[in-house]
């Protein structure tokens, strides 16, 4: 789970993770089948479309759980959207750095946990 909140908080998507024990398990499910930097893009679109900026992880599941699994030849972290691009809004943009620091970080960390 590590990977996904700190793929998230890279992005700029700073959230509560305080979740129940089956959505864990959920989330470690979506992890699995959709792949980190999947939720992450989707997440950012979610993140622009919110009326007011979301306080959970919660706020995202429902979309996460929609969204079809990777194909096994599909690339392990697929190029940025334009969902992920403007967190920030007029901030110099130094977000689309954070966001690859982010989703290579959580590349690196599913290569070591998949090697043990």
Not at 15 to 26: C, G, K
Not at 39 to 55: C, E, M, N, T, Y
Not at 94 to 113: H, I, K, S, Y
């Amino acid at each position: 789970m590590r990977p996904l909140v700190d793929a998230m908080s890279a992005a700029g998507m700073v959230v509560s993770w305080q979740l129940e024990s089956a959505e864990w398990m959920l989330l470690q499910a979506l992890i699995e089948r959709c792949g980190v930097a999947v939720l992450v893009d989707h997440a950012g679109g979610a993140w622009q479309a919110a009326r007011s900026r979301p306080r959970s992880a919660r706020y995202f599941v429902a979309g996460w759980r929609s969204l079809p699994t990777l194909p096994a030849n599909a690339p392990e972290v697929p190029q940025l959207g334009p969902n992920v691009v403007a967190l920030h809004g007029s901030r110099p943009s130094t977000t689309d750095q954070r966001v690859r620091e982010g989703l290579d970080l959580a590349a690196r960390l599913r290569e070591q946990e998949q090697a043990q």
